[in-house]
């Protein structure tokens, strides 16, 4: 239970723009869907495809892409719908904490929005993030990767890629707070 008298201004201000947000998102989301202003992804990706490349801008300050990683490891692609959300704040967080299971792994791992680079490198510093939080504000990655929603927003689904650049798995039924142990869990599943 969270004890609202001890929370420090900090985290009331943290707390409010977490709501605000989540707000604004479920507002612009809809009207997103009500205009079909983005349509709905045409990519129905499954185990075994190819992965589509990517060339995305990381919070790091790098530009990720997947054929850099091809032969050499396999990577993980996070995407979640929206930066200072709620759901996305959990998941995020959860990465972070399984940063040494993920990283002993062996695999790329990040997270990925539509949101753009700035607004990324934000959230990412407001949660000390370890990784990079890859940015796809033109939303065509998103699109290739089946992820983009009428909404506008990714989806929140996780692709697990192996080192040949072939799709091993789709999580489609993430849980944000757990996220992180659930897919150092799925990835010993698959022998990565």
Same mark, same amino acid.
């Given at each position: 239970?969270?004890?609202?008298?001890?929370?420090?201004?900090?985290?009331? $201000?943290?707390?409010?723009?977490?709501?605000?947000?989540?707000?604004?998102?479920?507002?612009?989301?809809?009207?997103?869907?009500?205009?079909?202003?983005?349509?709905?992804?045409?990519?129905?990706?499954?185990?075994?495809?190819?992965?589509?490349?990517?060339?995305?801008?990381?919070?790091?300050?790098?530009?990720?892409?997947?054929?850099?990683?091809?032969?050499?490891?396999?990577?993980?692609?996070?995407?979640?719908?929206?930066?200072?959300?709620?759901?996305?704040?959990?998941?995020?967080?959860?990465?972070?904490?399984?940063?040494?299971?993920?990283?002993?792994?062996?695999?790329?791992? $990040?997270?990925?929005?539509?949101?753009?680079?700035?607004?990324?490198?934000? $959230?990412?510093?407001?949660?000390?993030?370890?990784?990079?939080?890859?940015?796809?504000?033109?939303?065509?990655?998103?699109?290739?990767?089946?992820?983009?929603?009428?909404?506008?927003?990714?989806?929140?689904?996780? $692709?697990?890629?192996?080192?040949?650049?072939?799709?091993?798995?789709?999580?489609?039924?993430?849980?944000?707070?757990?996220?992180?142990?659930?897919?150092?869990?799925?990835?010993?599943?698959?022998?990565?």
């Amino acid at each position: 239970m969270l004890l609202w008298g001890s929370l420090t201004r900090m985290s009331w $201000f943290a707390v409010l723009k977490q709501l605000l947000t989540t707000a604004s998102a479920i507002v612009q989301g809809l009207a997103n869907a009500v205009s079909g202003r983005f349509g709905v992804s045409a990519a129905e990706l499954k185990p075994g495809d190819s992965a589509p490349d990517f060339s995305l801008m990381g919070t790091d300050g790098r530009i990720h892409r997947l054929s850099d990683a091809v032969g050499r490891s396999a990577q993980v692609i996070a995407w979640f719908p929206k930066a200072f959300t709620g759901g996305c704040t959990m998941e995020c967080r959860s990465l972070r904490a399984n940063g040494d299971a993920l990283r002993g792994s062996g695999v790329q791992y $990040f997270a990925a929005s539509v949101d753009d680079s700035a607004a990324n490198a934000e $959230f990412a510093e407001s949660l000390g993030l370890d990784y990079p939080i890859l940015s796809d504000p033109t939303r065509d990655t998103a699109r290739a990767y089946g992820v983009l929603a009428p909404s506008g927003f990714a989806r929140r689904w996780t $692709f697990y890629i192996g080192r040949d650049g072939r799709v091993l798995a789709i999580d489609r039924e993430v849980s944000s707070a757990t996220h992180g142990a659930d897919i150092t869990g799925r990835l010993k599943a698959l022998g990565v």
